[in-house]
């Protein structure tokens, strides 16, 4: 991550293509676009990409998590087993929906705990969101089994994943729906973007149409377009396309980059006996959009971070500390604190989480650090950077 550090002539090519010749909108207009069709190129390209029937784009990352959703039919009362360690959009989006958010500890995997899914279970369990997190995935085997057993769906949100794969499949291709983020720090993005990937055909339409109002997209007059159901306006445009689509040719070349800065700075910190790294589960290959790594307490990871600030060594997290990715920080949730009312089912649904505790998931994130992978150093900048990050914690422990 991210691509916005090689962007360059071929991502202004395509957009001065759309400014030139194109449209705005990837919908309609189909005297003036002169062809141009950015949207339905980049979709293309994204199904042979990630090797599935359907890809449908949309405005962002929680638009995609919110049309998967909706287009597999989650809805009000629904429950969604989703993952302590994630981005907010996750119960973001489960809560546009009208579901309710039942969240479950995570493992060494930092992705979903089977064995806490399989105990979160209960009759009102639709779906189970895997939360691909820091360009790993969850034990997707285990949870297709548990899945497909007790007949819910399984969505992959592989936005901070894009590029690994799981026994040769692409993350994100796996499960009934997949999401991706392009916003500016993903492995490719589109300035603001996401898709949904699926090779469910009635998914995908009702993504489709659900993404744009519900329109059916059939015929070229966009007036005469019926409704078959509710839909909103979850549509990406024509420039933001154009940005992708330059950004996924060059996926290959990102993933190189991030595999080979990743080893040199695992291969460094292999070398400090304390240091353990986040498993990955057999058949598994990262993105390497990040190196996670456990040490053997919170005080020593907190006493870490602190001391790579302050050493210049950026982009290291501690989501223990982190307002955005963990639930220890999630007040906002945990007090439902919402402009408009909230409804009942919701209310009642997450009361749960004013006292439940996660004293696994603590585990693994009070010792984790996560180190986010740039594709912009120079080869003497992380040889640097790695003898740096071992300097500094071998003089903690
Ligand atoms: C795991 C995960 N899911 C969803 C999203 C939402 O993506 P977006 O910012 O494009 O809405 C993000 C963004 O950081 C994310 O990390």
């Known amino acids: 991550m991210p691509g916005f550090e090689l962007f360059g002539d071929a991502e202004r090519k395509e957009v001065n293509d759309v400014l030139e010749n194109g449209v705005l909108m990837r919908y309609g207009f189909d005297g003036m676009r002169n062809g141009h069709w950015k949207s339905k190129e980049l979709e293309a390209q994204l199904q042979y990409t990630f090797k599935t029937n359907h890809a449908q784009l949309v405005s962002s990352g929680t638009a995609a998590v919110t049309v998967a959703l909706a287009s597999a039919g989650v809805g009000a009362g629904d429950e969604v087993i989703m993952p302590t360690f994630t981005f907010v959009a996750s119960f973001e989006s489960i809560m546009a929906v009208g579901a309710i958010p039942i969240l479950v500890d ?14 979160a279970i209960t009759p009102k369990t639709k779906a189970v969101m895997v939360v691909h997190m820091c360009g790993s995935m969850g ?16 969505i992959e949100d592989a936005c901070q994943a894009i590029g690994g794969t799981y026994n040769n499949k692409p993350l994100g291709s796996i499960g009934d729906l997949g999401c991706f983020s392009f916003d500016y720090v ?10 949904v990937i699926t090779n469910n055909e009635t998914f995908y339409l009702n993504a489709d149409h659900f993404s744009d109002h519900g329109h059916d997209h059939i015929g070229s007059d966009r007036g005469a ?14 420039l933001h396309a154009a940005v992708g689509l330059a950004q996924i040719k060059r996926l290959p070349e990102f993933l190189e980059i991030q595999n080979k800065n990743y080893n040199i700075l695992r291969e460094a910190l292999a070398s400090i006996p ?59 949730l945990k007090d439902l604190k ?16 004013k ?6 998931s603590d585990h693994y994130i009070g ?7 740039k594709l912009s150093w120079t080869g003497e900048e992380v040889k640097a950077r790695a003898s740096k990050m071992v300097e500094v914690i071998k003089g903690i422990l």
């Open 274 to 332: 304390e240091i353990t790294f986040r498993s990955v589960p057999e058949g598994g290959e990262e993105s390497y959009a990040f190196l996670n790594f456990f040490l053997p307490t919170l005080e020593i990871a907190q006493s870490v971070t602190k001391s790579f600030k302050e050493n210049g060594i950026d982009g290291c997290f501690h989501y223990f500390d982190n307002n955005w990715h963990y639930i220890r920080k999630w007040d906002h």
């Open 355 to 360: 006292t439940k505790e996660f004293p696994q």
């Open 367 to 373: 010792r984790n650090i996560s180190c986010l992978i």
């Open 225 to 238: 377009e019926t409704h078959p159901f509710l839909g909103f306006n979850y549509r990406i445009s024509e």
């Open 186 to 195: 993903k492995t490719i993005t589109c300035g603001e973007g996401g898709a």
């Open 139 to 154: 034990n997707m085997n285990a949870l297709q089994q548990i899945c497909s057993a007790h007949n819910i769906l399984l």
């Open 106 to 119: 995570i493992d060494d995997t930092l992705t979903l705990d089977p064995i806490a899914v399989e105990k």
């Open 338 to 353: 919402s402009l408009f009312p909230l409804s009942t089912e919701i209310k009642t649904g997450l009361e749960y989480l």
